[in-house]
T-cell receptor, first 114, second 114 residues
Framework: AQKITQTQPGMFVQEKEAVTLDCTYD???????LFWYKQPSSGEMIFLIY??????QNATEGRYSLNFQKARKSANLVISASQLGDSAMYFC???????????FGGGTRLMVKP | DAGVTQSPTHLIKTRGQQVTLRCSPK?????VSWYQQALGQGPQFIFQ???????QRGNFPDRFSGHQFPNYSSELNVNALLLGDSALYLC?????????????FGPGTRLTVL
């Protein structure tokens, strides 16, 4: 079974609007962390936001927030007030306590329209 | 404060050859992980080095090997290259094994096997 699933291969959003990128995960480990990364065409993975499995509140970092629904095993990324520079690939990733590696989803390509 | 650096940025090899990729971690980081990202996919974990030893390994054949030096820099070696090894190779560094520890990624090395 896929550990990280991103069901939206591509999405369009109008500049200045908000957009939600979906991510569902599968783990039996009670302790885990969820990450979102942005990958522009240059290739570098840029860290956006982190959510721990025991965190009581949803994580926020500037225009990025994470809608964490533990019972549904979902960790959706919300980008508010989209900008043209937000156009990129976005990856959801998980790290379980049992391992040191990040497991990535297949990514969502976000395109912001002017 | 230099981030993660990788060299070379691009590399072209032919089938059967061997290649060495290099990574210098972010200042103060002691753990290096390597990922392979095929075109249009999310990164896949190859292995992680800590204290000059391979601590964890993903589902990659023995043709993929690595090394970590006392200054924490790392090399990824791939022998007997196959066409399918063409990918972006990402190095990530982190400090200790903490659940909330962000992995900082380098810009990657794009390997093309002809």
């Amino acid at each position: 079974a896929q550990k990280i699933t991103q069901t939206q291969p591509g999405m369009f959003v109008q500049e200045k609007e908000a957009v939600t990128l979906d991510c569902t995960y599968d783990t039996s480990d009670p302790s885990y962390g969820l990450f979102w990364y942005k990958q522009p065409s240059s290739g570098e993975m840029i860290f956006l936001i982190y959510q721990g499995s025991y965190d009581q509140q949803n994580a926020t970092e500037g225009r990025y927030s994470l809608n964490f629904q533990k019972a549904r095993k979902s960790a959706n990324l919300v980008i508010s007030a989209s900008q043209l520079g937000d156009s990129a690939m976005y990856f959801c990733a998980m790290r379980e306590r049992a391992g040191n590696m990040l497991t990535f989803g297949g990514g969502t390509r976000l395109m912001v329209k002017p | 404060d230099a981030g993660v650096t990788q060299s070379p940025t691009h590399l072209i090899k032919t089938r059967g050859q061997q290649v060495t990729l290099r990574c210098s971690p972010k200042s103060g980081h002691d753990t290096v992980s390597w990922y392979q990202q095929a075109l249009g996919q999310g990164p896949q974990f190859i292995f992680q080095y800590y204290e000059e030893e391979e601590r964890q390994r993903g589902n990659f054949p023995d043709r993929f090997s690595g090394h970590q030096f006392p200054n924490y820099s790392s090399e990824l070696n791939v022998n007997a290259l196959l066409l399918g090894d063409s990918a972006l190779y990402l190095c990530a560094s982190s400090l200790e094994d903490r659940q909330d520890n962000e992995q900082f990624f380098g810009p990657g090395t794009r390997l093309t096997v002809l």
